[in-house]
């Protein structure tokens, strides 16, 4: 089976949210009946209305910072830190005088931790080289390469924040 590669940021985005919202722009990396994964980008001044939904959502902020509304709470948030947001609960997300990048999972449904078991059993096995398909070279050195990036047309502002 070949490896899959979904593209995002720079380039492959559309503007998104809930209505209100204003000055971002995502895009979808997966979406299923288990849930949904996104990119978004907030500009300065972008928001995410307020709203809520039935699914748990964690908000992961992977560059620059803003604020988050969960409930009643306000907090700011920066890069390298997630945010959960409860099915069911009012949340929003904004920046003021900088730009924001996070990484949206959103589960289809709430969190139902008692139906979810902590430890899945299972079983290794050892392959050995030359068994039914398997390689007989080093199997600790992986094999292939990244899929070719085709060339944007349109070129990037480097000063707008984002690694091109």
Known sequence: ???????????????????????????????????VVAEIAFSRGGAIAPHDNPSTTWFCVIEGGGWVLVGEERRRVAAGEAVLWPANVTHAAWTDHGEMRAIVVEFAGADDLDA??????????????????????????????????PVDPVPHDRSAGEPV
């Open 1 to 35: 089976m070949p490896i899959e590669v979904r593209r995002f940021g720079v380039g492959h985005r559309r503007p998104e949210g809930p209505p209100g919202t204003h000055g971002l722009t995502g895009q979808v990396i997966h979406s299923d009946g288990r849930g």
């Open 116 to 149: 979810v078991t902590p430890v899945i059993e299972g079983g290794a096995r050892r392959l050995e080289p030359g068994a039914a398909g398997i390689a007989s070279r080093d199997p600790s050195r992986g094999e292939g390469r990244l899929a070719d990036r």
